[in-house]
């Protein structure tokens, strides 16, 4: 089981050359191999939505692909949300509007709300409770998280 | 009625406590710059191979060819987990940190796989080889004490591990007065905290000083180093722990588990870093699960609803040991002690149990015992409500607490509440008449709605004298705090607690702040670490804000005084001229004024300025261990019910509650809908299923299901301010009230849909199984 393959992983624009097995995943390659703890894992059995990253521009969770799936791919997690000192409006709206507690959720939270609002920047409230109901959050009770995504979206469409 | 309850919050005059700041905590949160356990990389890998049997000797465990493969034979030595109550009848029993000789349910930690990664050791535990002679399980607490059960642990006949009973005296005369006896046989299924960060535990060895430091996600990190201390027999000192960022607990990492134990002890042996990730599946078969309760409850009405006595039999089925340090009794025993809630009556005969399973141990989850007491009591009421065919507000009106300080049948003091006006308060913003009209008009269309009320007080803050009256050996209760404004004027709290998402850094700042009049983002709060904060309890059972916070004020209080010592020095002023505000002491009505930075460089530079009337440097501490407070709240839940499916829909869900003074209304709002989510989740959805043979049904999030953005409703709430004067923060404190109320409030709501149909649920959570099963009970039936 130990064979390693070679991959080129590149994360928030800056390649990482890794050896990994073939069945490793995605999100432990984002985490271990490339040092880049800020996606969680809550999981690894696809519910959670904690480790959701953005994987060429749609938010997918990282506990399901495989690393070597995503060579070539233009991976971005949270650590490359914002712009140098300037935090993404998604990144402020959470703050602002209490969006998190304990925080653990909250990168998974921040991917999926960007990647979507990126795709449909008009998103209706409702379908947006849709895509939100894909994580889970154990400390907010969503009701935080809502108003935050809200917000953001807004400042993002202007 | 008596007392001052304001709507809302503020007043005072007050310029950081009461407000809405942001919280200083989330800046590193959400840039993925937060620090938890599971960061941290390794030089040795741990797996645990966990029993596939709920009960039976262990014949042989085979272990590959050059594994390093850990059990019982090679820790000897290593002392038990075994917790104490000096009370009650109570047998303990020790948990061995790998199990020994025997098995006592699916999921027990019966080996250690060590590798190099993770990867590897998975692959290894995966050809550990467990020969289990198999025995009969026990899963169902009831089955537990029925004749003829098999005995879980040696000496302990009917599998009862602690027993309480209570009667008042003249009870007898007053339950055969009554002209109503009303009963509730409620059951709360086994349930699972679920925090979204699953336990972990790293522990690295110090060549140079021989010191272990302990990365775990716990709530209470001092606990957790005495305890393993203990178990090992090491000195304390040479044990670091540190709670990181935490990612939630919810009173699943408020006990000791046998894993960390294990790691430690790894770490010392190998002289090594070692470390444990839990996958969510053993989170769920493996670490500490809740609720498990049957409660029959009786209550004994006069002829005009007014309840006269109550007889409760309570049933906790606790798992196969006793959780450190709370012990199985916390459930059981925290029912007994609470039951009558915020009903006056004196009249009280309890007989509370716990019993031992083959199942996961239980501890804590958010409200401990009191989502199952209030569920029990207000279903109670609403039956009884029916009995005498009068409206559920107003049984709850003849019966609820008004005068205060009131003393309970089982002589706890509350102090004062708002159980009344929380209610009403509640009543006029759901607006009952119009509720009841549209339900109308929606059953005569085939659907159903229903409304559900929950009142409830929540015991919070208490401090020691309230653990030790349950008879415990640890009796957890004070905090300290020590802060110090250094010499550039920045400030550092240590707290002895230790949160996992409550926002506490921000809310100590603004209480420091109020005193000292430097803003919060010049205060630090620190925590979690055993080496860098005071000895401390940790945080659980909605205590830190309360304590912690009464601790903090009295620090700041003392810095304050020291400030004003050293201002009146430096600005030739009486000290009762001198405020302290904007970071500066100023003398009132003057522009002479100087910084607390400056003032700092002195107390630590200049002391023979302060001719010996001051200690040098700038660092007090505080202690606080109050007696303890109640919070209050009035929940209401409306529903939509399918009968068709038993699908139930939370539409609408207002809360009004009373926490006493809010230090932070942003955070407390927080604190309240995520304790609702969970509590609807509980209500609805959660529920950790056990099979005859003692296999769990529910080991992914797929079956064990905590409710998304979908099932939870917008929550409308309502604040009333009640201050504490058992707390000199005035805050009551509210960690786990949003959780206690939903199971009551919405299965009250449930059965109020179920009206037409003459059925009643009394189980939670109330699955549209349930619900159907009923229902098409009740169809055959007719
Ligand atoms: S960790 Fe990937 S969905 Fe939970
Ligand atoms: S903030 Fe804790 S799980 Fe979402």
Redesign the pocket.
Same mark, same amino acid.
């Given at each position: 089981m130990s064979e390693k393959t070679d991959v080129t992983l590149t994360i928030n624009g800056k390649d990482y050359a890794i050896a990994v097995e073939p069945r490793r995943t995605l =999100?432990d390659a984002i985490r271990e191999d490339c040092g880049q703890t800020g996606t969680?894992?809550? @999981?690894?059995?696809?519910? @959670?939505? =904690? @480790?959701?990253v953005i994987v060429d521009d749609a938010p997918v969770?990282? @506990?399901?692909m495989f690393a070597v799936q995503a060579e070539g791919k233009a991976i971005r997690t949270v650590e490359g949300l914002a712009d140098g000192d300037k935090l993404h409006p998604m990144q402020q709206a959470f703050m602002d509007n209490h969006g998190l507690q304990c925080g653990f959720c909250t990168p998974g939270f921040l991917m999926l709300a960007v990647g979507v609002l990126e795709r449909e920047p008009n998103i209706s409230d409702e379908a947006l409770i849709d895509v939100l109901s894909s994580n889970l959050c154990r400390c907010t009770g969503y009701q935080n998280i809502i108003k935050s995504v809200r917000a953001a979206a807004q400042e993002m469409r202007k | 009625m008596s007392g001052a309850h304001t709507k809302g919050s503020g007043g005072d005059g007050m310029k950081w406590v009461g407000r809405s700041i942001r919280r200083l905590e989330d800046p590193a949160l959400v840039q993925g710059r937060g620090r938890f356990t599971g960061d941290l990389s390794a030089a040795h890998w741990v797996r645990f191979v966990r029993s596939p049997n709920a009960a039976g000797k262990i014949k042989s465990i085979t272990a590959p060819d050059g594994a390093m493969v850990i059990t019982a034979a090679d820790i000897e030595g290593v002392k038990k987990i075994t917790p104490m109550l000096h009370k009650f009848n109570y047998k303990p029993v020790g948990q061995p940190i790998l199990a020994d000789g025997e098995v006592r349910f699916v999921g027990e930690a019966v080996a250690a796989v060590v590798a190099a990664t993770e990867e590897e050791a998975e692959d290894i535990a995966d050809l550990v080889e467990i020969d289990i002679e198999d025995a009969a399980a026990l899963v169902d607490g009831r089955a537990a004490i029925a004749d003829g059960a098999p005995q879980i642990h040696a000496g302990m006949p009917g599998n009862v591990i602690v027993k309480a009973e209570i009667k008042t005296p003249g009870f007898d005369d007053v339950w055969a007065s009554a002209a109503k006896i009303v009963r509730c046989d409620a059951r709360s299924n086994r349930q699972n905290a679920t925090p979204m960060e699953a336990r972990a535990a790293h522990a690295t060895y110090d060549s140079a000083t021989g010191r272990v430091t302990l990365h775990c996600t716990t709530q209470m990190p001092h606990l957790v180093r005495t305890a393993i201390a203990d178990c090992l027999g090491m000195p304390e000192s040479d044990l670091r722990v540190i709670a990181p960022d935490v990612g939630g607990g919810f009173g699943q990492k408020m006990s000791l588990c046998v894993e960390y134990v294990l790691v430690t002890w790894l770490a010392r042996k190998l002289k090594s870093s070692v470390a444990w990730t839990e996958d969510?599946r053993e989170n769920l078969i493996a670490s500490f699960h809740s609720r498990d309760q049957y409660i029959t409850l009786e209550g004994a009405f006069d002829e005009n609803a007014k309840l006269l006595a109550l007889r409760a039999d309570i049933l906790a089925n606790t798992g196969a040991y006793s959780c450190f340090p709370t012990t199985c009794g916390m459930e059981p025993l925290m029912a007994m002690a609470e039951m009558p809630g915020p009903y006056d009556v004196q009249q009280y005969d309890c007989l509370a149990r716990a019993v031992v399973t083959n199942t996961c141990t239980m501890g804590a989850y958010r409200g401990v015992s009191r989502p199952s007491i209030t569920f029990t009591l207000e279903r109670l009421m609403d039956k009884a409500a029916k009995a005498f065919a009068i409206d559920p507000l107003d049984i709850r009106r003849k019966n609820l607490i008004t005068q205060f300080p009131y003393k309970s049948a089982m002589g706890l003091e509350y102090d004062e509440a708002s159980y009344r006006e929380t209610m009403e308060t509640a009543v006029e913003a759901i607006n009952v008449p119009a509720f009841r009209a549209r339900q109308q008009l929606a059953r005569d269309k085939g659907e159903y709605l229903g409304i559900g009320f929950a009142t409830f007080s929540e015991r919070t803050g208490y401090g020691s004298p309230a653990f030790a009256a349950r008879g415990m050996a640890i009796t957890p209760g004070w905090e300290t705090v020590h802060i110090t404004v250094d010499p550039s004027g920045f400030v550092e709290a240590r707290i002895g607690s230790s949160p996992h998402g409550q926002g506490l850094r921000t809310t100590l700042a603004q209480i420091i702040a109020e005193e000292i009049g430097v803003p919060p983002e010049m205060i630090k709060v620190v925590h979690g670490d055993t080496d860098t904060a005071p000895y401390g309890w940790g945080t659980f059972a909605s205590r830190s804000l309360v304590i912690s916070g009464g601790a903090t004020l009295i620090a700041a209080r003392k810095i304050k005084a020291k400030l004003l010592k050293i201002a009146g020095h430096m600005l030739e002023a009486a000290e009762t001229d001198i405020v302290l505000e904007d970071g500066k002491a100023k003398v009132a009505g003057t522009d002479r004024e100087v910084s607390v930075a400056a003032m700092a460089r002195e107390a630590y530079t200049q002391t023979h300025r302060f001719k010996g009337e001051i200690e040098p440097g700038l660092t007090e501490s505080g202690t606080y261990d109050p007696p303890g407070t109640f919070s209050n709240a009035c929940h209401v839940a409306i529903v939509r019910l399918d009968a068709e499916t038993g699908h139930v829909k939370v539409e609408r869900y207002l809360v009004a509650e009373d926490a006493g003074r809010i230090i932070n209304p942003m955070i407390a709002d927080g604190q309240v809908h995520g304790g609702v989510a969970q509590g609807i989740g509980n209500a609805l959805l959660e529920e950790i299923i056990y099979d005859e043979s003692g296999a769990i049904l529910t080991a992914n999030?797929a079956d064990f299901m905590p409710p998304t953005a979908h099932e939870i409703p917008p929550i409308e709430l309502h604040h009333l301010e009640t201050p504490s004067t058992q707390s000199i923060t005035k805050a009551k404190g509210l960690g786990e009230g949003g959780t206690i109320g939903p199971p009551a409030a919405v299965v009250n709501a449930i059965n109020d849909a179920l009206t037409p149909f003459n059925v009643e649920i009394d189980t939670i959570p109330a699955t549209p199984q349930r619900i159907r099963t009923l229902l098409r009970n009740a169809e055959r039936a007719s």
């Amino acid at each position: 089981m130990s064979e390693k393959t070679d991959v080129t992983l590149t994360i928030n624009g800056k390649d990482y050359a890794i050896a990994v097995e073939p069945r490793r995943t995605l =999100a432990d390659a984002i985490r271990e191999d490339c040092g880049q703890t800020g996606t969680h894992i809550g @999981c690894e059995h696809g519910v @959670c939505g =904690a @480790c959701t990253v953005i994987v060429d521009d749609a938010p997918v969770r990282s @506990c399901l692909m495989f690393a070597v799936q995503a060579e070539g791919k233009a991976i971005r997690t949270v650590e490359g949300l914002a712009d140098g000192d300037k935090l993404h409006p998604m990144q402020q709206a959470f703050m602002d509007n209490h969006g998190l507690q304990c925080g653990f959720c909250t990168p998974g939270f921040l991917m999926l709300a960007v990647g979507v609002l990126e795709r449909e920047p008009n998103i209706s409230d409702e379908a947006l409770i849709d895509v939100l109901s894909s994580n889970l959050c154990r400390c907010t009770g969503y009701q935080n998280i809502i108003k935050s995504v809200r917000a953001a979206a807004q400042e993002m469409r202007k | 009625m008596s007392g001052a309850h304001t709507k809302g919050s503020g007043g005072d005059g007050m310029k950081w406590v009461g407000r809405s700041i942001r919280r200083l905590e989330d800046p590193a949160l959400v840039q993925g710059r937060g620090r938890f356990t599971g960061d941290l990389s390794a030089a040795h890998w741990v797996r645990f191979v966990r029993s596939p049997n709920a009960a039976g000797k262990i014949k042989s465990i085979t272990a590959p060819d050059g594994a390093m493969v850990i059990t019982a034979a090679d820790i000897e030595g290593v002392k038990k987990i075994t917790p104490m109550l000096h009370k009650f009848n109570y047998k303990p029993v020790g948990q061995p940190i790998l199990a020994d000789g025997e098995v006592r349910f699916v999921g027990e930690a019966v080996a250690a796989v060590v590798a190099a990664t993770e990867e590897e050791a998975e692959d290894i535990a995966d050809l550990v080889e467990i020969d289990i002679e198999d025995a009969a399980a026990l899963v169902d607490g009831r089955a537990a004490i029925a004749d003829g059960a098999p005995q879980i642990h040696a000496g302990m006949p009917g599998n009862v591990i602690v027993k309480a009973e209570i009667k008042t005296p003249g009870f007898d005369d007053v339950w055969a007065s009554a002209a109503k006896i009303v009963r509730c046989d409620a059951r709360s299924n086994r349930q699972n905290a679920t925090p979204m960060e699953a336990r972990a535990a790293h522990a690295t060895y110090d060549s140079a000083t021989g010191r272990v430091t302990l990365h775990c996600t716990t709530q209470m990190p001092h606990l957790v180093r005495t305890a393993i201390a203990d178990c090992l027999g090491m000195p304390e000192s040479d044990l670091r722990v540190i709670a990181p960022d935490v990612g939630g607990g919810f009173g699943q990492k408020m006990s000791l588990c046998v894993e960390y134990v294990l790691v430690t002890w790894l770490a010392r042996k190998l002289k090594s870093s070692v470390a444990w990730t839990e996958d969510r599946r053993e989170n769920l078969i493996a670490s500490f699960h809740s609720r498990d309760q049957y409660i029959t409850l009786e209550g004994a009405f006069d002829e005009n609803a007014k309840l006269l006595a109550l007889r409760a039999d309570i049933l906790a089925n606790t798992g196969a040991y006793s959780c450190f340090p709370t012990t199985c009794g916390m459930e059981p025993l925290m029912a007994m002690a609470e039951m009558p809630g915020p009903y006056d009556v004196q009249q009280y005969d309890c007989l509370a149990r716990a019993v031992v399973t083959n199942t996961c141990t239980m501890g804590a989850y958010r409200g401990v015992s009191r989502p199952s007491i209030t569920f029990t009591l207000e279903r109670l009421m609403d039956k009884a409500a029916k009995a005498f065919a009068i409206d559920p507000l107003d049984i709850r009106r003849k019966n609820l607490i008004t005068q205060f300080p009131y003393k309970s049948a089982m002589g706890l003091e509350y102090d004062e509440a708002s159980y009344r006006e929380t209610m009403e308060t509640a009543v006029e913003a759901i607006n009952v008449p119009a509720f009841r009209a549209r339900q109308q008009l929606a059953r005569d269309k085939g659907e159903y709605l229903g409304i559900g009320f929950a009142t409830f007080s929540e015991r919070t803050g208490y401090g020691s004298p309230a653990f030790a009256a349950r008879g415990m050996a640890i009796t957890p209760g004070w905090e300290t705090v020590h802060i110090t404004v250094d010499p550039s004027g920045f400030v550092e709290a240590r707290i002895g607690s230790s949160p996992h998402g409550q926002g506490l850094r921000t809310t100590l700042a603004q209480i420091i702040a109020e005193e000292i009049g430097v803003p919060p983002e010049m205060i630090k709060v620190v925590h979690g670490d055993t080496d860098t904060a005071p000895y401390g309890w940790g945080t659980f059972a909605s205590r830190s804000l309360v304590i912690s916070g009464g601790a903090t004020l009295i620090a700041a209080r003392k810095i304050k005084a020291k400030l004003l010592k050293i201002a009146g020095h430096m600005l030739e002023a009486a000290e009762t001229d001198i405020v302290l505000e904007d970071g500066k002491a100023k003398v009132a009505g003057t522009d002479r004024e100087v910084s607390v930075a400056a003032m700092a460089r002195e107390a630590y530079t200049q002391t023979h300025r302060f001719k010996g009337e001051i200690e040098p440097g700038l660092t007090e501490s505080g202690t606080y261990d109050p007696p303890g407070t109640f919070s209050n709240a009035c929940h209401v839940a409306i529903v939509r019910l399918d009968a068709e499916t038993g699908h139930v829909k939370v539409e609408r869900y207002l809360v009004a509650e009373d926490a006493g003074r809010i230090i932070n209304p942003m955070i407390a709002d927080g604190q309240v809908h995520g304790g609702v989510a969970q509590g609807i989740g509980n209500a609805l959805l959660e529920e950790i299923i056990y099979d005859e043979s003692g296999a769990i049904l529910t080991a992914n999030l797929a079956d064990f299901m905590p409710p998304t953005a979908h099932e939870i409703p917008p929550i409308e709430l309502h604040h009333l301010e009640t201050p504490s004067t058992q707390s000199i923060t005035k805050a009551k404190g509210l960690g786990e009230g949003g959780t206690i109320g939903p199971p009551a409030a919405v299965v009250n709501a449930i059965n109020d849909a179920l009206t037409p149909f003459n059925v009643e649920i009394d189980t939670i959570p109330a699955t549209p199984q349930r619900i159907r099963t009923l229902l098409r009970n009740a169809e055959r039936a007719s």
